[in-house]
């Protein structure tokens, strides 16, 4: 048997956090039947923003990617609560919003930060449709945002 969502974790030398708390009126996900509806995740690290700025100035490719993985963690971390068990959760759709200069084409790029992040720990059930969209601003300053839409397998 392969390894478990907690074993690829360690591996990657990551612990699942505790799911963020919203930061306005809202709920980290709601439901319907077994689909999950999550809401969006920031880089939040103990309840700080990691960066803020947009991709293209000042931000970086690379810089991005790294903290969509950090998003991607934390609704790794709202799935398992939203589902009750990691090795349960499934990602469907993922969108990643990016906040970018006019110019800054590479939203993709940054949205495989995420993308790569729920495949390591997910395995085959990480791997989803996706949605890379540029946007001039994002809450708190942030330079990325990402929401999906779950299931149990």
């Known amino acids: 048997m392969g390894l478990t969502c907690a ?6 030398g990551l612990v699942l956090p505790p799911p963020p708390a919203p930061a306005a009126a809202y709920q980290p996900w709601d439901t319907l039947g077994d689909t999950v509806y999550t809401a969006g995740q920031l880089p939040i690290v103990d309840g700080a ?21 950090t998003a991607a963690l934390n609704l790794l971390a709202v799935g398992a609560a939203a589902i009750g068990d990691l090795e349960r959760l499934r990602v469907v759709k993922l969108t990643v919003f990016v906040a970018s200069t006019p110019d800054f084409t590479e939203q993709h790029l940054v949205a495989n930060g995420a993308s790569e992040l729920l495949a390591a720990v997910l395995g085959g059930h990480g791997v989803h449709a996706r949605s890379a969209v540029g946007v001039s601003a994002l809450p708190l300053g942030s330079p990325v945002e990402v929401e999906a839409v779950l299931t149990r397998h």
């Open 49 to 69: 923003l990691l960066r803020t700025g947009r991709l293209g100035d000042p931000l970086t490719t690379a810089e991005g990617a790294e903290l969509a993985a």
């Open 7 to 12: 074993e690829r974790l360690a591996e990657l």
